[in-house]
T-cell receptor
Framework: GAGVSQTPSNKVTEKGKYVELRCDPI?????LYWYRQSLGQGPEFLIY????????DSGLPNDRFFAVRPEGSVSTLKIQRTERGDSAVYLC???????????FGQGTRLTVV | EDKVVQSPLSLVVHEGDTVTLNCSYE??????LLWYKQEKKAPTFLFML????IEKKSGRLSSILDKKELSSILNITATQTGDSAIYLC???????????FGQGTTLQVKP
């Protein structure tokens, strides 16, 4: 596909479980961003990758959150010991380079029960 | 701390009305300001503004940046029910492209 693809589109998990959210960016885009959007709020920055490396992870809320991008393309956001407060829509965006216009995926709605 | 504030938080109008959405920001390293429309989950890009006083226009939508007042407005004329959405303002405040978003304005256009 031509756009940013995120899977799954919806995920329901029990408190305390581990989850992985996947982002497949637009082909050739070197910059990749993860955001989290809680109900009634704007997206909140989590982490930015340039290539394989996390260039800015200042938005990760705590050490339960981790993200990887081992080959500079697909990225996985991993959340350990999920809590009800982690429930949100997790958005991924990619761009051809840092500072250039980013394109968003449809997001993954995570619900922790 | 970098901050983006939008007003109003919500707005209900009737088809044909004109609306103005506001965005103000306090950031230490301003690069550009962007507007997005969010109907379901994915924000879709509307405008990017970098220069003060230059209006960007696309059909019934237009936007302008005032760097002196640290603010921007998004105007929608002759609103349609399809304009109902959340409108997000974001500021790019570094070379990385990381965006700082406002809370969004929820617009509902009634027939």
């Amino acid at each position: 596909g031509a756009g940013v693809s995120q899977t799954p589109s919806n995920k329901v998990t029990e408190k305390g479980k581990y989850v992985e959210l996947r982002c497949d960016p637009i082909s050739g885009h070197t910059a990749l961003y993860w955001y989290r959007q809680s109900l009634g709020q704007g997206p909140e920055f989590l982490i930015y990758f340039q290539g394989t490396g996390a260039a800015d992870d200042s938005g990760l809320p705590n050490d339960r959150f981790f993200a990887v991008r081992p080959e500079g393309s697909v990225s996985t956001l991993k959340i350990q010991r999920t809590e009800r407060g982690d429930s949100a829509v997790y958005l991924c965006a990619s761009s051809p380079g840092a500072g250039l216009r980013a394109f968003f995926g449809q997001g993954t709605r995570l619900t922790v029960v | 701390e970098d901050k983006v504030v939008q007003s109003p938080l919500s707005l209900v109008v009737h088809e044909g009305d004109t609306v103005t959405l506001n965005c103000s920001y306090e950031v230490t390293n301003f690069r550009s300001l962007l507007w997005y429309k969010q109907e379901k989950k994915a924000p879709t890009f509307l405008f990017m503004l970098t220069s003060s006083g230059i209006e960007k226009k696309s059909g019934r939508l237009s936007s302008i940046l005032d760097k002196k007042e640290l603010s921007s407005i998004l105007n929608i004329t002759a609103t349609q029910t399809g304009d109902s959405a959340i409108y997000l303002c974001a500021v790019k405040a570094s070379n990385t492209g990381k965006l700082i978003f406002g809370q969004g304005t929820t617009l509902q256009v009634k027939p």
